[in-house]
């Protein structure tokens, strides 16, 4: 089980720190994506993590600004976010699979998801 939180509302140009928790003691070998969907669009990767969190993957859109990490001992990954634009806002999602290759992540290949949280970003 997977519950992602941490958003709300914030300025153009702010932060926001997003944990995803993970129930269960196998978490060290799921990889992580974060995703998102903004209204009346489909839902995109914004960033993953292997399960060891030796390798990180961030979408072209977020990169430089976005980072995602990842503490096994908590059962938790991260997305920093950074340098936030309007248009960031959109709910945030986060998914596993079990020893998923980050470079093959995608949406449709997530077996768990996790519950999602809004971030809005004001101009």
């Known amino acids: 089980q997977l519950q992602a939180c941490g958003g709300g509302l914030v300025q153009a140009g702010g932060s926001l720190r997003l944990p995803c928790v993970a129930s269960g003691r196998t978490f060290s070998t799921y990889s992580v994506g974060w995703f998102r969907q903004a209204p009346g669009k489909e839902r995109e990767f914004v960033a993953a993590?292997?399960?060891?969190?030796?390798?990180?993957r961030t979408a072209d859109s977020v990169k430089g600004r976005f980072t995602i990490s990842r503490d096994n001992a908590k059962n938790t990954v991260f997305l920093q976010m950074n340098s936030l634009k309007p248009e960031d806002t959109a709910v945030y999602y986060c998914?596993?699979?079990?020893?998923?290759?980050?470079?093959?992540?995608?949406?449709?290949?997530?077996?768990?998801w996790g519950t999602g949280t809004l971030v809005t970003v004001s101009s």
């Open positions: 993590i292997s399960w060891t969190g030796s390798s990180t």
């Open positions: 998914a596993a699979r079990q020893y998923e290759n980050i470079v093959a992540m995608t949406r449709i290949r997530m077996h768990y």
